[in-house]
């Protein structure tokens, strides 16, 4: 039984399209998250949000914007999509007020041509 | 603020032998946490160990161990008996103050294991 669910896990597309990764988590936890690993396996934060709160990362541009239809739901929405948008996007949770250990989905290797 | 570095790119170790992966990290926090991940090419980020900054003992899991040394932000992860199954790349992590519990990850490692 998955934890942390990513779909799809990948994703082929064109510059200038809109697209979606759709995450959910089982666990039960209360924020979840987003990261952008690119082709250098750097890993950077974007977003985190609990029911209460939405904190950016400063340098995510303004056409990723996440969506939350439920606690156990963080959807991740790409608008316009840029070649220097490729990369694996993971999705994470975490229960506040635990040990802040995260839990992450598989990935989704998005490629924009 | 909160910064990690791993300075070690790449680590090779022959099988059944041990190897440490070096971490470094700046915080301005005296009670936090640090976790080291790995990613093998599945590419699934697996939780390996965490340490407490408060606890002065050192975690240890099975064959994972880490050497914590807060005064010098140094958090180094040991491998003891190596499997093939412990390539990957391996990356320290801290929580980002005041941001959601968001985590900063140092560059990785990462580790080969010859047979």
């Known amino acids: 039984d998955t934890a942390v669910s990513q779909t799809p896990k990948y994703l082929v597309t064109q510059m200038g399209n809109d697209k979606s990764i759709k995450c959910e988590q089982n666990?039960?936890?209360?924020?979840m998250y987003w990261y952008k690993q690119d082709s250098k396996k750097f890993l950077k934060i974007m977003f985190s949000y609990n029911n209460k709160e939405l904190i950016i990362n400063e340098t995510v541009p303004n056409r990723f914007s996440p969506k939350s239809p439920d606690k156990a739901h963080l959807n991740l929405h790409i608008n316009s999509l840029e070649l220097g948008d490729s990369a694996v996007y993971f999705c994470?949770?975490?229960?506040?007020?635990?040990?802040?250990?995260?839990?992450f989905g598989p990935g989704t290797r998005l490629t924009v041509t | 603020a909160q910064t990690v570095t791993q300075s070690q790119p790449e680590m090779s170790v022959q099988e059944a032998e041990t190897v440490t992966l070096s971490c470094t990290y700046d915080?301005?926090?005296?009670?936090?946490?640090l976790f080291w991940y790995k990613q093998p090419p599945s590419r699934q980020m697996i939780l390996v160990i965490r340490q407490e900054a408060y606890k002065q003992q050192n975690a240890t899991e099975n064959r994972f161990s880490v050497n914590f040394q807060k005064a010098a932000k140094s958090f180094s992860l040991k491998i003891s008996d190596s499997q093939l199954g412990d390539a990957a790349m391996y990356f320290c992590a801290l929580p980002i103050n005041n941001a959601g519990n968001m985590l900063t990850f140092g560059g990785g490692t990462r580790l080969m294991v010859k047979p």
């Open positions: 666990l039960g936890h209360d924020t």
């Open positions: 915080t301005s926090e005296s009670d936090y946490y």
């Open positions: 994470a949770s975490s229960q506040a007020g635990g040990t802040y250990e995260q839990y």
